[in-house]
């Protein structure tokens, strides 16, 4: 499979095992996520590939392609996210590794395994569990036994006075892991938990409940002054912008097909990243502005403090590939700075003369800080262990926040599963 982000397409392509006698059998419509993997029947003339169409209302879906012609036909499709399967030795079923999904959010949770026939693709639960097997699994040639990887989460909010690690406190605590925060108004904390429930508690983890329960995070949350909050969530197959009051209550949709957003300081506009560029929207909604091109993707997008100037990562092909990210002003233009980077997490530093983003070294992650002025980052916490999720500053600037933990995972074997 090569994904072709600028196409929103995926190619599934066929070559010899020294390389030579690469060809096209089939291209796919595809969202710029990661792929997956095909998978090749048994008997060679089926190869089933996982994709999610760049659609509204579109599903995931498992293809099922003839080798022979490249004919492509619909094996399955659900709002569950598909992961590689495996083929039984039969050739008459694959185990798929699937999230389950409600149904009304559309949102995925931990994937657990089914039986999928073929080639009727008639389903059937094959775990049913807390655990996460992530999406690859594989049978032995026998068919006797499965491998997965088993995947456990943990995660808590910490917080960190001034920045300073010697003084971090875990505030929460709990099985279901805690992977996001942000600060929300009137001095309370907004975080996503478990697989995207958003939930407001205060400054000191106490008082913890519900933040718009019929709506599940994905990508961003953040503040908007002391009057709104703004995030992300996935409604109708898409990812939507939406905004409420501070209390969660008067949803408004801003914008669809977003990934990554933030609201300025002053709560009256929003940037967001589309396939294409980098966009900015009034708080009450309306026309959106754009800001910057990136044709080949990109990744997170911070607005500074000061409310002028906003950073973004995309995805630079030509000479090389790399990722880069780029300080442009938030009315538009030219970028003033750009770092050979694209980070998964980003924030402005407070005093707004930096950009923050997440760096492991030595077995640890922490935040690491690229100056404006240029020179080599700098650390800013110094954890010796773990993973941190998520991170993000008070409004003065005061407290930093962290969604930290660790992430393990264990190879399973399954036997008896007929």
Known sequence: MRGLPGHGTVEIRIANVDGSGDHLLAALPMIPIPLYGAAWSP?????????????????????????????????YAGWEGVGRPAWMPGGDSLVVPMQPANQEL????????????????????????????GRNVDVTRDGQTLAAVERRMASHIWVLPRGETARAKQIT?????????????????????????MQLMNADGSQRTPFRPDFLSGYSLSSCGDKYVVFDSSKEGVSQLWRTDADGSNPVKLAENVAWSDCSPDGKWVVYRLKDGLYRIAIEGGLAK????????????????????????????????????????????????????????MHWSPDGKGVQYLRTTKGAMNIWEQRLTGGEPRPITSFTSGLIFDFSWTRDGKQLLLAKGEDTRDVVLISNFH
Do not use: C
Not at 107 to 115: H, N
Not at 173 to 197: C, F, H, M, W, Y
């Open 43 to 75: 008997d060679g003339k089926t190869i089933v590939a996982p994709t999610r169409p760049m659609a509204k209302g579109k599903r995931w879906m498992l293809n099922a392609i003839n080798v022979a012609d490249g004919q492509i036909r619909e094996l």
């Open 106 to 133: 559309q949102t995925p949770s931990g994937t657990q395994l089914w039986v999928m026939s073929f080639p009727g693709g008639e389903t059937r639960r094959l775990t049913n569990d807390l655990a996460d097997y």
């Open 173 to 197: 605590s709990g099985e279901t892991p805690d992977t996001g925060v942000s600060p929300a108004p009137g001095g309370k904390l907004l975080i996503r938990s478990g697989s995207g429930n």
């Open 290 to 345: 754009e800001v910057a091109l990136m044709a080949h993707g990109g990744g997170p997008a911070g607005i500074s403090p000061d409310g002028g100037w906003i950073a973004y990562g995309y995805q630079e092909l030509e000479p090389v590939p790399q990722g880069k990210m780029a300080i442009v002003p938030a009315g538009g233009g030219a970028a003033k700075y750009t770092f050979s980077m694209l980070p998964d997490t």
